[in-house]
């Protein structure tokens, strides 16, 4: 395997075919809602991530057995049972809290997502101490947004389905109108209805949405100082496409304003995208190295970037997995100064493998590295300089002292 592609083809992958970063009960809150939560912490049953176990402890228990995965599969259809609920229960006892499993339908659909349009209503959600399902984002225009729905918001229930206690992935297909556990689990029409039980502090309400096609802008550009002032570089997460945005948009910006990349709260995505980023800005030279089982692997930019223009990258606990290999590049080789709060913390890498009923297996089979020999996994990034609130406003005065507009 010579580095990370996205997946053409999902019900027919070739076993190790596909390399991707990104936190597994993200990816099926996307599969529903178009993005990733920014801090989905438990698919398949798990549970948050125990952050007491130091990093070592975390990654031997990190692994899920993938020839018991595919044992278990194998039998379950064997007796006309559901493969992908067998291999399911399997990766919930190994410990492994980033792989996942996914049903046919639901890889398809999360497919659809990375090429930037889905059908749903239009919010992110992540699962928070105690079992429960919030609202981390809305996307502005979407059915969510226009009923007035907004991050930190409780999602208790979906159709009288209660969502305490729920495996994010349980709670993506009722949000998808799906069975969860059902053999295809495809996403509802456009136009179907959902009802979402609510709340907000004291407040306890339903709200009935209609899904609708939306399409995803994971990468927007502007300058909210002024056409005078540095652009700024704001990226949701990796999905198809986005590397060339962000290398259309520096190749674009003035060299003497400088350029302010805005990771903050992007959920990771597709590796090769977050490369692909990377090579904007660097002529060149090692991006991330990684390991498949002990394999090494090494990731490289293109050449050819402006390694001109002034940089300081934002990150804050939202910034994870592929956005986390971005930040960590740009760091070690100098190119950039972080500012912020400390990242999430998610460098596991999973590779997908398809089951004998078409569900896909994704198992975590290694960590990655930044440039410098950093694991990012359990403890994340430390930024430059740590900043909580007015973390954009420091960074444009970082930017201004670098060479960059203000």
């Given at each position: 395997?010579?580095g990370?592609c996205?997946?053409d ?11 991707t970063?990104?936190?597994a ?11 990733w939560?920014d801090?989905?912490e438990g698919?398949a ?6 952050r ?12 899920a057995d993938r020839?018991?995965?595919?044992r278990?599969?194998?039998e ?5 049972k ?8 399997v990766?919930s ?7 996942t499993?996914?049903t ?8 659809e ?7 749903g ?5 992540r699962?928070?101490?105690g079992?429960?399902t ?8 979407g ?7 907004a991050?930190g918001d409780?999602?208790?229930?979906i ?14 297909a009722?949000?998808r109108?799906?069975v ?5 689990g ?9 009802t ?5 502090g004291?407040?306890?309400w339903?709200e ?6 939306l ?8 300058r909210?100082?002024g056409?005078h ?15 060339d945005?962000?290398r ?6 003035s060299p ?9 709260g992007?959920?990771?995505?597709l590796?090769?995208?977050?490369v692909?980023a ?11 190295t990684y390991?498949?089982h002990?394999?090494?692997r090494a ?9 001109r223009?002034?940089l ?16 960590g ?25 398809e089951?004998p009923?078409g569900?896909?297996?994704e ?16 403890s994340g990034?430390a930024?430059d ?10 960074a444009?005065t970082v930017?201004?002292?670098?060479g960059?507009?203000?």
């Amino acid at each position: 395997m010579s580095g990370p592609c996205s997946y053409d083809r999902p019900r027919r992958i070739r076993r190790g075919a596909a390399l991707t970063l990104f936190l597994a009960s993200v990816l099926a809150a996307g599969v529903v809602t178009g993005t990733w939560s920014d801090e989905a912490e438990g698919a398949a049953g798990h549970t948050a991530p125990d952050r007491s176990l130091s990093g070592t402890q975390a990654r031997k228990s990190a692994f899920a057995d993938r020839a018991a995965v595919e044992r278990a599969a194998s039998e379950a259809v064997a007796d006309g049972k559901s493969g992908a609920q067998a291999a399911a229960d399997v990766v919930s006892r190994s410990g492994d809290r980033w792989s996942t499993i996914y049903t046919p339908g639901q890889y398809e659909d999360f497919q659809e997502q990375l090429g930037g349009g889905y059908v749903g209503v239009g919010i992110w959600v992540r699962q928070v101490a105690g079992g429960r399902t919030e609202v981390s984002r809305v996307q502005p225009g979407g059915p969510a947004a226009r009923a007035g729905l907004a991050a930190g918001d409780r999602l208790r229930a979906i159709d009288g389905h209660t969502t305490r206690d729920v495996p994010v992935t349980d709670v993506v297909a009722r949000l998808r109108g799906a069975v969860p556990g059902s053999s295809r689990g495809a996403a509802a029409a456009a136009g179907s209805p959902v009802t979402l039980d609510l709340r907000r502090g004291d407040r306890r309400w339903q709200e009935t949405l209609h899904r609708t096609r939306l399409s995803t802008r994971n990468v927007v550009v502007d300058r909210p100082g002024g056409a005078h002032g540095p652009a700024r570089v704001r990226i949701a997460a990796f999905t198809k496409g986005t590397g060339d945005a962000v290398r259309r948009a520096v190749r674009e910006a003035s060299p003497d304003r400088g350029m302010l990349l805005d990771l903050r709260g992007n959920t990771g995505g597709l590796v090769t995208e977050a490369v692909s980023a990377a090579s904007a800005f660097l002529d060149g030279g090692l991006v991330a190295t990684y390991d498949v089982h002990g394999s090494q692997r090494a990731l490289y930019a293109e050449r050819g970037g402006n390694t001109r223009v002034p940089l300081v990258v934002l990150v804050d606990g939202g910034t994870m997995s592929a956005a986390e290999l971005l930040a960590g590049a740009l760091q070690d080789r100098g190119r950039a100064v972080v500012v912020g709060s400390p990242t999430f913390g998610k460098g596991a890498v999973q590779m997908p493998s398809e089951l004998p009923d078409g569900s896909v297996a994704e198992l975590t089979v290694g960590h990655y590295r930044t440039p410098s020999g950093r694991t990012v996994d359990d403890s994340g990034l430390a930024p430059d300089l740590v900043v909580g609130s007015g973390a954009e406003k420091r960074a444009r005065t970082v930017l201004s002292g670098l060479g960059g507009g203000s």
